[in-house]
């Protein structure tokens, strides 16, 4: 009776994955600097960013080859992000900066085969599309703060004298992701540049096209 409970609620689990990866990134972005009076800002955006790891996992295990790549990638992020409390260096950052946007990367690319694989546009297609457009932003993210470590410099803050944090990369992957741009946060290199840039359009373009097949695949659907 136990075993038949716990398959029921992974099942249910299961079909409502990509809803609760999305509350995962949600709370990642948005509670972490509500909550940083609690505890120090980079701990608790590392603790979220773990859950979120697994999270993405768990969601993309469909074939034991992406489980593995998958795997493969997020174990040195996971060690790398912790053992940086215990030892802290740039080439340990940097090393951790790289397999998270591989990571993230890779989550997209499975999360989209899946969404192109669908006979039909249900709620969980809709989240999963939602799902790979924030990762992108994530990813972009991830690069940015890799080109920042490589070449200090690469991005001007409004407050100079403050350490750079995950969040602020986020934050500005997201505004420009989504063509926002408050200016707060600017490139200054041509290299920092050519990478906003390529995310504002893969951004915009993901929009498009995406939104453009759902809508024609719920179309086709409904005429048959």
Do not use: C
Not at 39 to 45: A, D, H, Q, R
Not at 103 to 132: D, H
């Amino acid at each position: 009776m136990a075993n038949n409970t716990s398959d029921t609620h992974l099942q249910k689990f299961s079909e409502n994955r990509f809803l609760i990866l999305l509350v995962l990134i949600l709370s990642t972005i948005v509670l972490t600097p509500f909550l940083d009076h609690l505890l120090e800002t980079k701990i608790l955006m590392d603790i979220f960013l773990t859950v979120l790891f697994f999270g993405i996992i768990f969601v993309i295990r469909s074939k034991r080859s992406h489980l593995i790549i998958a795997s493969i990638l997020v174990l040195p992020l996971i060690l790398s992000t912790w053992s940086i409390y215990f030892y802290e260096s740039t080439g340990i950052s940097i090393f951790t900066r790289i397999f998270g946007a591989l990571f993230f990367g890779y989550a997209v690319l499975i999360i989209l085969q899946m969404i192109a694989g669908s006979t039909e546009v249900t709620r969980e297609t809709i989240f999963a599309a939602v799902v790979a457009y924030l990762l992108i932003a994530l990813m972009w993210a991830f690069l940015y703060m890799i080109l920042e470590m490589v070449a200090p410099g690469s991005f001007s803050f409004p407050d100079k004298s403050i350490r750079v944090e995950t969040m602020q990369f986020e934050y500005f992957s997201f505004i420009t992701i989504t063509t926002l741009g408050y200016g707060d946060i600017t490139p200054l290199t041509n290299r920092a540049s050519a990478l906003t840039l390529l995310e504002a359009i893969i951004g915009q373009i993901y929009l498009v096209v995406l939104v453009a097949w759902l809508v024609g695949m719920f179309v086709s659907n409904k005429a048959k």
